[in-house]
């Protein structure tokens, strides 16, 4: 059975709080993050400072890999386990930048992100007594919002907030848990939409994606491979971009600063939502290597 939502700004259920990392304002960020183990995390935030960076993890049982550029406007993560296991693989890729837009405020400007990859299962049953907690699961977010609205993490997920209202902000979820053990699945999912913009005003761009992996217990190699996913491209034919970061779909740097836009909180908080069900509470000695 597959299980999917489409979610235009309601807030994903968060399972627990990841602390943020300060309270200082970021007009653009990146933040690829692992989770494995028993809630062992490698966490990968950048503020105002890198606009590309990749995390990996590989015990030779377990392996993942976040890796987020800007420039491309692409995120690409991996997961795969062999074995048995109850513990949640999680990888995620998050970015934002801080946009200003010269040009016609009577045609419309496309903003649109993709998500692809290939579910391969190739799992049996081992006859065991414990539950199954098997859990196989993608979570997509793209939005974009006027700068300067001060708009925080429950502003932009719930309905009937006129504070931080999102020109547009969407989330799709899907699950496969119930689609059997030996199986392979692609997906495609497209977010976004044609919007018009105020000549000289400045807008938020954020896109988010995760995959979510919880084996079970059941003998074999799964994996979930979205290294070509999370492309994102904005189109304006009679019209022009600069970028906080100088780098974000290879914009030129803005040449003055944005003013308000959201705390490094309100990133963190969007892990959170996306699913993240543990904050490390210890880590094992394994191979972590940054590109």
Known sequence: MIRHTRITAMALAATV???????????????????????????GLSL????????????????????????????????????????????????????????????????????????SSFQYDLGSEYYDSRYIGIQAHFAVYEAGTGATWGDWTTHGSQKGTALYNESYTETWG???????QDFNVLLGNDLFLTNGAYYEVY?????????????????MNSMNTARLSISAPNGSFTSESGDFLG?????????????PATWAMLIAGFGLVGAAARRRRSAVVEA
């Open 48 to 119: 105002n400072n890198l606009t590309a960076k990749t995390h990996s993890f590989n015990d030779g049982y377990t392996s993942l890999s976040a890796s987020v550029n800007m420039g491309a406007g692409e995120i690409k993560t991996y997961v795969s386990s062999n074995g048995p296991q109850s513990n949640y693989l999680i990888a995620t890729g998050i970015y934002g930048d801080t946009l200003r837009y010269w040009g016609s405020e009577t045609e419309s400007v496309s903003f649109y992100t993709n998500f692809d990859g290939l579910i």
């Open 207 to 223: 896109v988010a994606f995760n995959l979510l992996l919880n084996p079970g217990i059941y003998g074999g190699f799964i994996e």
């Open 178 to 184: 119930d689609y059997g053990l030996d199986f392979q």
């Open 17 to 43: 709080t990841l602390a943020s990392a300060t309270t200082a304002e970021a007009a653009f960020f990146i933040r690829p993050v692992l989770q494995y183990g028993q809630g062992e995390m490698v966490d």
């Open 251 to 263: 914009f030129d740097k803005t040449p003055t600063q944005s003013g308000a836009v959201p705390e």
